[in-house]
Nanobody, 125 residues
Framework: QVQLMESGGGLVQPGGSLRLSCAAD????????MGWFRQAPGKEREGVSCINYSGATVHYIDSVKGRFTISRDNGRNVVYLQMDNVKPEDTAIYYC??????????????????WGQGTQVTVSS
């Protein structure tokens, strides 16, 4: 049975930091591009960042470039999203996904094979 389990969400003040983790079980983790998506209230889900199977290729949407860092540990089957200098507009439910294909700007519109249940991130003072 495949499971993607996110953790690390919570309430953080603007300008603060948070690290999200996604632990995968039941998939051949090192063969997947992994991605982080988010969905804010009243908005469509959007892709935030992705990382290819080896970690050598990453992509970020413009609004998080320079503030978020994606990484992965293939030995532990975990993908991370380090969120620094967070802003109120980063408030959303964050999901990890095992994505199809390679990591690039257009990857987020492809169907993903597996999704986590999401973790809430709230940026507020």
């Amino acid at each position: 049975q495949v499971q993607l389990m996110e953790s690390g969400g919570g309430l953080v003040q603007p300008g603060g930091s948070l690290r999200l983790s996604c632990a995968a079980d039941g998939i051949t983790f090192n063969q997947y591009t992994m991605g982080w998506f988010r969905q804010a209230p009243g908005k469509e889900r959007e892709g935030v960042s992705c990382i290819n199977y080896s970690g050598a290729t990453v992509h970020y949407i413009d609004s998080v470039k320079g503030r978020f860092t994606i990484s992965r540990d293939n030995g532990r089957n975990v993908v991370y999203l380090q969120m620094d200098n967070v802003k109120p507009e980063d408030t959303a439910i964050y999901y990890c996904a095992a994505m199809r294909g390679i990591c690039y700007s257009g990857a987020y519109s492809n169907p993903s094979d597996w999704w986590g249940q999401g973790t809430q991130v709230t940026v507020s003072s």
